[in-house]
């Protein structure tokens, strides 16, 4: 796959996500997490569960949504919070609010499902590297 095209797709699930179409994102960035070497292969694992998790959780599998959470976590951990021009550690910081809130047995609520915000300033998405 050329770097053209896994960009475009990359945009694709990220627009995806941001729709709140988890299972869509997934899809899309798995196609990529394929094809795609480390260290960048490890950063889709860990989003690509991440959106997994949000998706389990709309289906009523909150236990699932739990460990899926807590495995993207540790995944996204290794890179820095601009990675890609995208606002990463505010990524990893709702999504350890919602595997704790899960983990107690609360509900956040559709309502709260995050989005991966772009950050000021980016406009292309450079890759940068994991810690």
Sequence with gaps: MKSS????????G??????????????VWEEVWL???????TFLQGIIQI???FHHYRRGNRDGAETLLAAGIV???RFPADHRG???LDLREEAKSW????GEIQDPGNDRLPAIRRLKGSA???????R
């Design 5 to 12: 095209e896994k960009e475009e797709k990359f945009e694709r």
């Design 14 to 27: 990220l627009a995806h996500f941001n729709a709140r179409e988890f299972f869509e994102a997934h899809e």
């Design 35 to 41: 094809v795609e070497a480390e260290p960048e292969k």
């Design 51 to 53: 959106a997994a998790a």
């Design 75 to 77: 995944k996204i951990s």
């Design 86 to 88: 995208l606002a990463i």
């Design 99 to 102: 595997a704790r809130a899960l």
């Design 124 to 130: 292309t998405i450079p890759k940068s590297r994991p």
